[in-house]
T-cell receptor, first 117, second 109 residues
Framework: GAGVSQSPRYKVAKRGQDVALRCDPISGHVSLFWYQQALGQGPEFLTYFQNEAQLDKSGLPSDRFFAERPEGSVSTLKIQRTQQEDSAVYLC???????????????FGPGTRLTVT | GQNIDQPTEMTATEGAIVQINCTYQTSGFNGLFWYQQHAGEAPTFLSYNVLDGLEEKGRFSSFLSRSKGYSYLLLKELQMKDSASYLCAVASGTYKYIFGTGTRLKVLA
């Protein structure tokens, strides 16, 4: 009974480096979300996929952030030219719901803690 | 704008009852969720309300009033393991979820 997994769990990057964060959702879950969580704050929505289609990317903070889910399962969040303000925990969540997940609980992964030095 | 308010911190005693309030103002409403998050861990689902009223699930209950933009999470028979952050989240649209900043609950022996 695998849940949502994310890798790496911790990532230290020097300012200006590119990073790639991976999310393996629960098998068969249609919806996949990425969130950014700063210390002491709630998760902030970044982007949403329904299968392989990215239906909402309105929360991505800048064009340095890019997400993909090419085969409708594994997803990758890429951050180019990292900045110190990108330091946060990046959470991935999946849901079996097809209507964007409304009404269906989200299952969260453990997150990737990104520190940009 | 879209806003969710909940108290920053609460403290309660083991065995007691605590109520965590959440008020929201969002452009849309497709339901309200409560999640529990232990420090350094992923949020886990507790409850979901889309209609007015009380939903009970064991020691946890959640209430919703859509006309007032108000919800609460009620925790009974508090245990030490209930010390965590409790996140209120609104599905404000088809895909978008708005989370509050969370309420850190400390349960004292």
């Amino acid at each position: 009974g695998a849940g949502v997994s994310q890798s790496p769990r911790y990532k230290v990057a020097k300012r200006g480096q590119d990073v790639a964060l991976r999310c393996d959702p629960i098998s068969g879950h249609v919806s996949l979300f990425w969130y950014q969580q700063a210390l002491g704050q709630g998760p902030e929505f970044l982007t949403y996929f329904q299968n392989e289609a990215q239906l909402d990317k309105s929360g991505l903070p800048s064009d340095r952030f890019f997400a993909e889910r090419p085969e409708g399962s594994v997803s990758t969040l890429k951050i180019q030219r990292t900045q110190q303000e990108d330091s946060a925990v990046y959470l991935c969540a999946s849901s079996r719901g097809t209507s964007g997940g409304a009404g269906y609980e989200q299952y969260f992964g453990p997150g990737t803690r990104l520190t940009v030095t | 704008g879209q806003n969710i308010d909940q108290p920053t911190e609460m403290t309660a005693t083991e065995g007691a009852i605590v109520q965590i309030n959440c008020t929201y103002q969002t452009s849309g409403f497709n339901g309200l969720f409560w999640y529990q998050q232990h420090a350094g861990e992923a949020p886990t689902f507790l409850s979901y309300n889309v209609l007015d009223g009380l939903e009970e699930k064991g020691r946890f209950s959640s209430f919703l009033s859509r006309s007032k933009g108000y919800s609460y999470l009620l925790l009974k028979e508090l245990q030490m393991k209930d010390s965590a952050s409790y996140l209120c989240a609104v599905a404000s649209g088809t895909y978008k979820y708005i989370f509050g900043t969370g309420t850190r609950l400390k349960v004292l022996a």
